[in-house]
C-alpha cells in the first residue's frame, strides 16, 4: 500500500529524519511529525495520515503507549510502536492498546515495510470485517421474524428485536444462556 500517509512521533529528531527518509524511499507519504504527546492528536486530526509510528518512551505527559492507545481507539487509527529496545513488561503493556506492529532501531527498510505492510493489511480487513458485522446486523435486526444465533457451545450470542419482544428477555439478559434458559 505503498504511497500511504504515515505521522511519525518520536523524541528524537535525528531519528525522525532517518526514518523520513527510509519511509520515502520505501514509497510512503510522511504527512506529519511530532516531537510531544501533546502535539500528536491535533497533528493527526489535521494531517489525515493512513498509519501513525509513535516512540513508545515518547516525551510529555502520556507518553508513546498512552498516546498510541488514544489514536487507535478515539482515531480509529493502525499505531505501530518505534523503539530501541523493550522489555517484556513494556511489550505487554504496549500489547493491551492493540497494536499492529513493531519497529526496532537501528532501523531496517525490509523491516519497516514488512510491519508496514502488513499492519495496512490487517487494518484493511479489519475494518471490512467491521463493516460486514455492521451489515449482517442490520439484515438481521432487520428480519420480520424472531432471530436467536447460537455459538458452537448453544450458547445464545445474537438475539434481533423480534425474538427479544416475542421471549420478553433483553438483550443482555440473553448472552450466554441456553434456548433452554431462556424459554424454560
Do not use: C
Request: neutral net charge; hydrophobic residues 40%.
Amino acid at each position: 500500500m505503498v504511497n500511504s500517509g504515515i505521522f511519525i512521533a518520536t523524541n528524537e529528531i535525528k531519528n525522525a529524519y532517518s526514518l523520513r527518509e527510509q519511509l520515502i524511499k520505501l514509497g510512503y507519504r510522511v504527512v506529519g511529525t511530532a516531537t510531544f504527546t501533546d502535539d500528536v492528536m491535533a497533528k493527526i486530526e489535521e494531517s489525515k495520515p493512513d498509519l501513525v509510528l509513535t516512540d513508545i518512551n515518547l516525551n510529555g505527559a502520556r507518553g508513546g503507549i498512552k498516546t498510541g492507545e488514544l489514536v487507535h481507539s478515539s482515531l480509529n487509527l493502525p499505531v505501530i510502536y518505534l523503539t530501541d529496545y523493550a522489555s517484556q513488561t513494556t511489550i505487554q503493556r504496549a500489547g493491551s492498546t492493540g497494536p499492529f506492529g513493531y519497529i526496532f532501531r537501528p532501523y531496517d527498510e525490509k523491516q519497516i515495510y514488512a510491519t508496514i505492510e502488513t499492519a495496512l493489511i490487517r487494518y484493511r480487513l479489519e475494518a471490512e470485517l467491521r463493516e460486514g458485522r455492521r451489515w449482517l446486523n442490520a439484515v438481521l435486526n432487520g428480519i420480520n421474524d424472531g432471530v436467536i444465533a447460537l455459538d458452537k457451545h448453544g450458547e445464545i450470542r445474537f438475539i434481533n428485536p423480534i425474538a427479544r419482544q416475542l421471549t420478553g428477555w433483553s438483550e443482555m439478559e440473553t448472552m450466554g444462556k441456553t434456548l433452554y434458559q431462556v424459554f424454560m
